[in-house]
């Protein structure tokens, strides 16, 4: 069956702190993605991947980076927490589709507070 | 990028009923999916629909999509307490439509016992 985990469901941090959310996929899926959702917002993309060591900005990248070393691993770096970043974050895969969007696979997510 | 817009933005009804909710969206698409998500989880994939497709089912779900009205409904049948969920549409990011998804805000949508 197919799996995204998220390390952490529930983290609580304080504003200034160095904080890394890791997501792994155990489907050989080349795409990767991190989404933050928002009450009222929906899911807004900070970052994706499509290969190792590759990564492109969503649309919300501003206060965040990215790693993917190797392909079934995908972390999502928040540098200097701030209590805006207070949010559920969501970690996605996708196989390769080309020239057609396919189905994305969910972790259950990480609930993140910034005090 | 472009963004499906859900409609209503909350549902509530009575088990046995059926729950309806619409996405409207801008620009044309190659396709667009259904995800649902329970309170605090991930989101979970239900159905996608081509654009060359007007209706596609499965099991108590029916999704339909117009192309010409630019907008899809999501039929739920003969709801059930465990239906309780947000239910969201998904469309290819116009920046890159081979991979990228964007989600709108979602309909709630609670079934009462």
């Known amino acids: 069956d197919v799996k995204v985990t998220q390390s952490s469901r529930y983290l609580v941090k304080r504003t200034g702190e160095k904080v890394f959310l890791e997501c792994v996929q155990d489907?050989?899926?080349?795409?990767m993605f991190w989404y933050r959702q928002d009450p009222g917002l929906g899911l807004r993309l900070i970052y994706f991947?499509?290969?190792?060591?590759?990564?492109e900005k969503g649309d919300i990248p501003e206060g965040y980076s990215v790693s993917r070393e190797k392909k079934e691993r995908f972390s999502l770096i928040l540098e200097s927490a701030s209590t805006n970043q207070t949010s559920m974050y969501l970690c996605a895969s996708m196989g390769d589709r080309r020239g057609n969007t396919g189905e994305l696979f969910f972790g259950e997510g990480s609930r993140l507070t910034v005090l | 990028s472009q963004q499906g817009e859900e409609d209503p933005q909350a549902l509530s009804i009575q088990e046995g009923e059926n729950a309806t909710m619409n996405c409207s969206y801008k620009?044309?698409?190659?396709?667009l999916q259904w995800y649902r998500q329970n309170s605090g989880r991930g989101l979970v994939h239900l159905i996608l629909i081509r654009s060359n497709e007007r209706e596609k089912h499965s099991g108590r779900l029916r999704v339909t999509l117009d192309t010409s009205k630019k907008s899809s409904s999501l039929l739920i049948t003969a709801s059930r307490a465990a239906d309780t969920a947000s239910y969201f549409c998904?469309?290819?990011?116009?920046?890159?439509?081979?991979?990228?998804?964007?989600f709108g805000s979602g309909t709630q949508l609670t079934v009462l016992p």
């Open positions: 998904a469309l290819p990011s116009q920046r890159d439509s081979a991979r990228q998804l964007t």
């Open positions: 991947s499509y290969d190792v060591k590759m990564k």
């Open positions: 620009t044309s698409i190659n396709n």
């Open positions: 489907m050989d899926h080349e795409n």
